[in-house]
């Protein structure tokens, strides 16, 4: 009788403890559905519901990296697949629109604010045919970063639309002419018509800036 009232107890002890076991599973398996729960709230409860900042953080990122207006949307969902979790309260095209503009804005105020504490630039410029597609880019290199000012499809290859690019893209920055004040050499591909867009841009500033040439597309490779 004592061996059989000893298994008891002890059968009850492993019962007691699978419980607590079991009850601890169950709260840590509730503290994670809750904390899904929180990732996945994409709206806030103020006025409007709109679009949590950790969800356009998302998008920002998305943003930075390249990923296509169209494409966002798929790429969050078949990540989140890894984890078995579905979504749908997503933004649409257009409200990803306007972040992506909200992106732009946000990094052209950060390299205004990088040109103007900066004196002294290599430019490089450099252009390319891709699809049909006719593109022309603009980076200035600092001491301490390169910064990419923009990539434009344009109509054609000649010089004065290449200049007409650098300016434009500048204007949407900050004033043409006090950044060009400050571009002391320009790096470009051995295109002839580089040479022009360097001899022009020489001649709408102050100083004249050295120059020097690669035997490939510096820049733009895609």
Same mark, same amino acid.
């Given at each position: 009788?004592?061996?059989?009232? $000893?298994?008891?107890? @002890? /059968?009850?002890?492993? *019962? ?9 599973? /169950? ?27 950790? *969800? ?9 990296? +390249? %990923? +296509? ?6 790429? /969050? ?17 257009? #409200? ?25 630039? $290599? ?8 699809? +049909?597609?006719?593109?022309? #880019? $603009?980076?200035?290199? $600092?001491?301490?970063? #390169? ?12 010089? #004065? @639309? ?14 043409? +002419?006090?950044? *060009?004040?400050? %571009? ?20 709408? %500033? ?13 820049? *733009?490779?895609?």
């Amino acid at each position: 009788m004592e061996e059989k009232s $000893t298994q008891c107890n @002890t /059968i009850k002890k492993e *019962l007691d403890n699978l419980r607590s076991e079991l009850d601890l599973a /169950i709260d840590e398996n509730n503290n994670c559905m809750n904390s899904v729960k929180d990732v996945l709230e994409c709206r806030s409860n103020k006025k409007g519901r709109p679009y949590t900042d950790k *969800l356009r953080e998302v998008y920002y990122f998305l943003c930075s990296k +390249g %990923v +296509g207006i169209n494409n966002m949307n798929s790429v /969050i969902r078949s990540v989140l697949s890894l984890v078995d979790i579905e979504i749908s309260d997503l933004p649409s095209k257009s #409200t990803v629109g306007n972040m992506s503009s909200e992106v732009s804005l946000d990094a052209q105020q950060h390299l205004n604010e990088a040109l103007a504490s900066s004196d002294n630039f $290599t430019m490089q410029c450099d252009a390319t045919t891709k699809r +049909g597609h006719h593109y022309y #880019t $603009t980076q200035l290199t $600092t001491a301490e970063n #390169t910064l990419t000012v923009g990539v434009s499809e344009v109509i054609d290859g000649k010089a #004065t @639309t290449y200049v007409s690019c650098v300016n434009e893209t500048l204007s949407s920055i900050c004033d043409p +002419g006090s950044v *060009l004040n400050k %571009v002391s050499s320009f790096m470009t591909d051995r295109s002839a018509t580089e040479q022009k867009v360097i001899n022009i841009l020489n001649e709408s %500033v102050d100083n004249t800036a050295d120059s020097f040439k690669f035997s490939v597309h510096p820049l *733009l490779v895609f």
